[in-house]
Nanobody, 115 residues
Framework: QVQLVESGGGLVQPGGSLRLSCAASGSILTIATMGWYRQAPGKQRELVATITWGGLTHYADSVKGRFTISRDNAKNMVYLQMNSLKPEDTAVYYC?????????WGQGTQVTVSS
């Protein structure tokens, strides 16, 4: 089992920045990829960004150039730096850990972009 705990969400004005953190614990060696997903009200959960333990990253087109995913293997942490935030980035952001035939989710953290 892997436990994921997100933090760092909140209310920010358009154009502002936030940094999300995800602390992973448990059977970390079973995990190949960590990522961030988000779900806005009335919409399906969508991928935001992923990163492998080797450092390969992937971003949704909607966040390229604005968001950066990173990780600290020594601390079992994954981060999402979000810059130039837009109202359409408002959503609950979920941390995900994925391995072979396994997938774990955090409880989510709310990000609201509004003036």
């Amino acid at each position: 089992q892997v436990q994921l705990v997100e933090s760092g969400g909140g209310l920010v004005q358009p154009g502002g920045s936030l940094r999300l953190s995800c602390a992973a614990s448990g059977s970390i060696l079973t995990i190949a990829t960590m990522g961030w997903y988000r779900q806005a009200p009335g919409k399906q959960r969508e991928l935001v960004a992923t990163i492998t333990w080797g450092g390969l990253t992937h971003y949704a087109d909607s966040v390229k150039g604005r968001f950066t995913i990173s990780r600290d293997n020594a601390k079992n942490m994954v981060y999402l730096q979000m810059n130039s935030l837009k109202p359409e980035d408002t959503a609950v952001y979920y941390c995900n850990a994925r391995g072979t035939n396994i997938s774990y989710w955090g409880q989510g953290t709310q990000v609201t972009v509004s003036s």
